[in-house]
């Protein structure tokens, strides 16, 4: 039996409605106007989370590193990657002006650290959980600052194979064993359908004995309430409502996100209908943007 986690005073588990996480990334182009309004479309979206990320540039690019060849499309090719993780950073005060935002919507506020100095800004707001994204999975020394801190972690598996999610978790136990959560996720933007394998999620759970979900990067929301069916108590997703994101480290440019809906819940049911692809496009051009993630390894695997 997998002992539900607590986030929030807000049950994680297979006995409870889904809990929902509605991606804001770096949509809101380092604009705190922007970024406000992103939580707002999240809580009118229904969802139960709003994820940020937070990062400093310093600490992730040289001054002269370029720009990935997906961070170019439709944006200024002149800029470099350090200039643009620079221009989308978000400072403390702004942090705290998005907690508060989404305390008064009645969200839980999320981001993602990339680095400890940013999990510990994220500690200073009294943040419920630490989101840990894939990227940083195989940063053992992130991991265990991170669990040292005591709070639930919702870890991102994408790109990794089971002895390296086998060694976060050794990380995370070794440095204080909070609770966490693992989100099966396909590392691909737009992930294929075909390539989601959400039986993924039962290896996990099995394997680890804790809670899984589903990280969703699949246009449409077909992906997501099979995972739910399949038993996510997670799904994080974009919103495509959100205003148009630049070519950040983790944004969504006509992504089709979803609402999580489970069978036999009528709240489930209600979102299915909100978290949907309201930006256009089609299956064609640019529409994720992966975090900022020093060695990124485009691939995923088949548990």
Request: hydrophobic share 45%; with cysteine.
């Amino acid at each position: 039996m997998v002992a539900p986690v607590r986030i929030a005073g807000r049950e994680i588990g297979s006995d409870v409605p889904c809990f929902v996480i509605a991606e804001a990334g770096v949509n809101h182009d380092g604009d705190i106007d922007r970024a406000e309004a992103l939580v707002d479309a999240a809580a009118e979206a229904g969802a139960d989370a709003v994820k940020f990320q937070t990062f400093r540039a310093d600490a992730l690019a040289t001054a002269d590193a370029p720009k990935a060849a997906y961070q170019k499309s439709g944006a200024d090719e002149s800029e470099s990657q350090f200039a643009m993780l620079r221009r989308l950073e978000l400072d403390e005060d702004d942090h705290g002006r998005l907690a508060a935002r989404a305390a008064e919507r009645h969200l839980v506020f999320l981001s993602s650290p990339f680095d400890r100095a940013s999990a510990d800004l994220l500690e200073r707001l009294d943040v419920a959980a630490f989101k840990v994204p894939s990227g940083e999975l195989t940063n053992p020394r992130l991991l265990a600052h991170i669990a040292a801190k005591g709070r639930p972690m919702i870890v991102s598996t994408g790109m990794a194979a089971m002895g390296e999610v086998a060694a976060a978790m050794a990380a995370i136990d070794g440095a204080g064993a909070p609770p966490v959560v693992l989100l099966h996720c396909v590392s691909a933007y737009p992930a294929e359908p075909a390539d989601c394998n959400l039986l993924a999620m039962a290896s996990l759970a099995q394997r680890f004995a804790v809670p899984v979900g589903w990280s969703d990067h699949t246009l449409g929301a077909d992906v997501a309430l099979a995972a739910v069916a399949l038993g996510a108590v997670v799904v994080e997703a974009p919103d495509p409502r959100s205003p148009r994101a630049g070519a950040g480290p983790c944004g969504v440019d006509g992504t089709a996100g979803v609402r999580c809906a489970g069978p036999g819940h009528s709240r489930h049911r209600k979102r299915a209908r909100g978290w949907r692809q309201e930006a256009g496009g089609g299956r064609t051009g640019h529409r994720r943007r992966c975090p900022p993630q020093p060695g990124h390894r485009p691939r995923h695997r088949r548990w």
